[in-house]
């Protein structure tokens, strides 16, 4: 199956600082997503990005997807930012499962 | 509109016995699908229905099983509970698309602990 690689795994970042998170995907997908767990383990929404760039506020994905990743940035950071960043894909062709990568951990000290 | 609904939010079951878990997806979604996470798997796909009929299943024992109905809302079934159950189970919906272009929505989970 397809594997997907999140780096860094953890991430210590000072309030007000910037950051870059990466998803790599071995194969072509038709969909990736990015979601902020909170501590409560709701998932929640960022981006649905399978190609190109978006923007919401302070935060912004990009998708190279003949190039098998997708960047999430996050500008700014507060503190609420903290949490598990995910990206999850489906490969191309018909209906794939879901593959979610492994997380990156990130926590900003005030 | 409201949200993906997951009932309970938290349970507790003894090894051995069977448990189920409810999954309401936001109105007009007929896509649902289940995710296991734990400390030590990651998360993982268990399966998707789309209606009432199993389009995709994860590489789970047939221990687990789900169904959906015709309204969409989808249960999911964990018989003779082991202690490796013990996760955060995550269901989502999706609205209607071609293939699966439209994003996932995620419910809050239900916590399972097995003992």
């Known amino acids: 199956g397809i594997q997907v690689e999140q780096s860094p795994p953890d991430l210590i970042l000072q309030e007000g600082a910037n950051s870059t998170l990466r998803c790599n995907f071995s194969?072509?997908?038709?969909?990736l997503q990015w979601f902020h767990q909170n501590p409560w383990g709701q998932l929640i929404n960022l981006f649905y990005i399978p190609s190109g760039t978006k923007q919401n506020g302070r935060l912004s994905a990009t998708t190279v997807a003949t190039e098998r990743y997708s960047l999430l940035y996050i500008s700014s950071s507060q503190t609420t930012d903290s949490g598990v960043y995910f990206c999850a894909v489906e490969r191309t062709g018909g209906y794939q499962k879901v593959t979610f990568g492994t997380g990156t951990k990130l926590q900003v000290i005030p | 509109k409201a949200g993906v609904t997951q009932t309970p939010r938290y349970l507790i079951k003894t090894r051995g016995q069977q448990v189920t878990l409810s999954c309401s997806p936001i109105s007009g979604h007929r896509s649902v699908s289940w995710y296991q996470q734990t400390p030590g798997q990651g998360l993982q796909f268990l399966f998707e229905y789309f209606s009432e009929t199993q389009r995709n299943k994860g590489n789970f024992p047939g221990r687990f099983s789900g169904r959906q109905f015709s309204n969409s809302r989808s249960e999911m079934n964990v018989s003779t509970l082991e202690l490796g159950d013990s996760a955060l189970y995550l269901c989502?919906?999706?609205?209607?698309?071609?293939?699966?272009?439209?994003?996932?929505?995620f419910g809050n989970g239900t916590r399972l602990t097995v003992t």
């Open positions: 194969d072509s997908v038709n969909n």
């Open positions: 989502a919906s999706r609205a209607p698309g071609q293939g699966n272009n439209s994003p996932l929505h």
